[in-house]
Nanobody, 122 residues
Framework: QLQASGGGLVQAGGSLRLSCAASGGTFSRNVMGWFRQAPGKEREFVAAIRWNTGSTYHADSMKGRFAISRDSAKSTAYLQMNSLKPEDTAVYYC?????????????????WGQGTLVTVSS
């Protein structure tokens, strides 16, 4: 019930915006967020947003380049990625959790989308 989109191939220095649409009438997602996983690496927290207040939490390493936002009317979260680098190449996963506390711990998220691939060429 989380559908991520917007991935693709981009040159270094470019931008992409990922979208994550939540569907399902009883789907409770008080926090939505993004993780990423590069080949051969562990899953890494990117950003999260508290749905009712819009409060955000970004990984320090991506702060200033990446920004999470949401459109409540569309039940969609976004990840704006600017100044992309080849090391940002990864599968980006949309996540959600029922509890309304921002967290960077993967195990604390209840729902995971299918992932969208972002490839940044040098």
């Amino acid at each position: 019930q989380l559908q991520a989109s917007g991935g693709g191939l981009v040159q270094a220095g470019g931008s992409l915006r990922l979208s994550c649409a939540a569907s399902g009438g009883t789907f409770s997602r008080n926090v939505m967020g993004w993780f990423r996983q590069a080949p051969g690496k562990e899953r890494e927290f990117v950003a999260a947003i508290r749905w009712n207040t819009g409060s955000t939490y970004h990984a320090d390493s991506m702060k200033g380049r990446f920004a999470i936002s949401r459109d409540s009317a569309k039940s969609t979260a976004y990840l704006q990625m600017n100044s992309l680098k080849p090391e940002d190449t990864a599968v980006y996963y949309c996540v959600a959790r029922r509890l309304g506390v921002l967290t960077s711990t993967p195990a604390e998220y209840d729902y995971w989308g299918q992932g969208t691939l972002v490839t940044v060429s040098s």
